[in-house]
């Protein structure tokens, strides 16, 4: 699920908020992420206790469930910035173990993954790009070039155009430069892999539930 399309079910309380961000022309994320930063000095650490299943539409994969449903646990009576801070950060996080879910799937079917490549305007979040390091144990890289996937559509192009032999030339003289963001390891590692146990059994907490309702009474 896209991370705005999610959090905009928590921020109700702050709409005023949202509006007067809107008419300065700054970004809600610019004030939540600087707010994180001035909570903690890890700020991955601040959500321990809040959780997100981001399955508000459905599950598209690894599960292909589109009947799912989602949840957050760990909420209080605050509905403040902090608050939504902490929705903020829990969100980015829930998302980036519903990657590491697909990567896992993938490796069990004989897949090779240790690099992500990020794209589109969520490559520009450096908590987003941070995080999904952190929780996947890959190391993501960023391109510099605000389209990248525009810019293999234009690859693929000047190969059938015949301006170059194969796809791997024309990527050695189109590609432009990026960076790569590497996991951490340590108590960074020991938080994320404690807390996509509690992602995977909210996942199989929900499949519970739906079997409870769905046996008929005798």
Known sequence: MHLWTLLSLVIAPLSHLLLKL????????????????????????????????????????????????GAVVGLGMSADLDDLALDYLATIQALAYGTRHIIEEMRAQGAVINTLVMSGGLARNVLYVREHADATGCQVLVPDQQEPVLLGCAMLGAVAAGEFTDLRQAMKVMSGQGHMVEPRQGSINNYHNNKYKVFRKMQDDYSEYNAMMMTKEK
């Open 22 to 69: 809107k008419k300065q022309g700054k970004r809600i994320s610019d004030l939540i992420e600087d707010r994180l930063a001035s909570m903690a000095e890890e700020t991955a650490f601040l959500a321990s206790t809040r959780h997100v299943q981001p399955d508000f539409h459905g599950n598209r994969s690894p599960l292909a469930d589109p009947w799912r449903k």
